[in-house]
């Protein structure tokens, strides 16, 4: 036989072993890919507001606590505290003073201060701002016990707990009294009209020591005389009677006590006298009206 076509059978044969294996490869099934997992979103922290509406008076101003928003879970997380603030006075005023969180009103730990971004403005004489404080918890899991906290000792700390849990508010609402009673030394008489207890001093943008407050007597000056050039009244001429029985002059701050050229039978009115006391001092007081070697005093109460 002609080795030709047997070489050609050859490859024929040949071809089609290959096309039966490759039919072969063919029929055998091919896995399937998955697709991809996506990762399980982890939950979110439960979200808690307190609504507050707590007004605090300090440094002169009026700062309103008026919420809390806590996103906590055992981890910790944030509180958002809103302030806004009120400024009676004529001049621009700032919060000198931090604005802390006790977490635990029950515990030795120290306070948190907000974040570096959470800034208090300056307050517009007459106006009011709002602020946006925020306190990052770490492993703090609720905030039913938090306590904001304005001011640090040794000043007074005022208190604005988030619940009933924290205790009680500390506030320093100044205390307003209507007073009576008038008093002659000589010539020159006094004539009461009201009294106001604060914590803080206003004109100066100032709180005070936690071992003090202060009591501005307001009152009305006559002087009883006929001399034409008048009577110079100033602070030598007032005391307070504490109700220890001792005496204390005016503070002496350039604010804290009038100073007034009263004419010969004329009458100085709404005149006051600003004088520091012992924190919670209470009881009978008395104004001592002073004119030379002569004195009157003119008693009224604050109640405790």
């Not at 002609?2 to 040949?14: D, H, V």
């Not at 100073?259 to 005149?271: D, S």
């Not at 006051?272 to 919670?280: D, I, K, M, Q």
Request: hydrophobic share 40%; charged share 15%.
């Amino acid at each position: 036989m002609n080795p030709a076509p047997r070489r050609a059978a050859a490859r024929l044969g040949g071809l089609a072993l290959v096309a039966v294996a490759l039919a072969g490869c063919l029929d055998v099934p091919v896995a399937s890919v998955s697709p991809p997992i996506p990762p399980t979103p982890e939950p979110t922290p439960p979200s808690t507001t307190y609504t507050l509406g707590t007004a605090v008076w300090y440094e002169g101003l009026l700062i309103t606590v008026e919420d809390a928003t806590a996103t906590l879970d055992e981890r910790g997380g944030p509180v958002i505290v809103r302030l806004k603030l009120e400024n009676p006075a004529q001049d621009d005023a700032d919060l000198n003073s931090r604005v802390l969180l006790q977490v635990d009103a029950g515990s030795s730990d120290p306070p948190i201060a907000p974040t570096r971004e959470s800034k208090i403005p300056t307050v517009p004489g007459g106006g009011t701002a709002e602020a946006t404080l925020t306190y990052e918890l770490q492993g703090i899991p609720s905030a039913d016990n938090a306590v904001l906290l304005v001011g640090e000792l040794p000043l007074h700390v005022a208190r604005v707990p988030f619940t009933a849990a924290g205790g009680a508010a500390l506030v320093y609402e100044p205390i307003d009294l209507s007073l009576s009673g008038a008093g002659a030394a000589g010539d020159l008489r006094i004539t009461l009209r009201s009294a106001v207890t604060r914590w803080d001093l206003p004109d100066w943008s100032e709180e005070l020591s936690a071992q003090l407050a202060v009591i501005t007597v307001t009152y009305d000056v006559t002087y009883l005389g006929d001399f034409s050039g008048g009577f110079a009244f100033t602070g030598d001429n007032v005391a307070l009677r504490l109700p220890a029985g001792n005496w204390i002059g005016a503070r002496h701050d350039g604010h804290s006590q009038s100073i007034e050229l009263i004419g010969a039978g004329k009458t100085a009115k709404g005149l006051s006298s600003r004088f520091e006391v012992p924190y919670g001092t209470t009881g009978r007081f008395a104004l001592v009206v002073r004119n030379g070697s002569t004195s009157k005093v003119i008693p009224f109460r604050i109640p405790g």
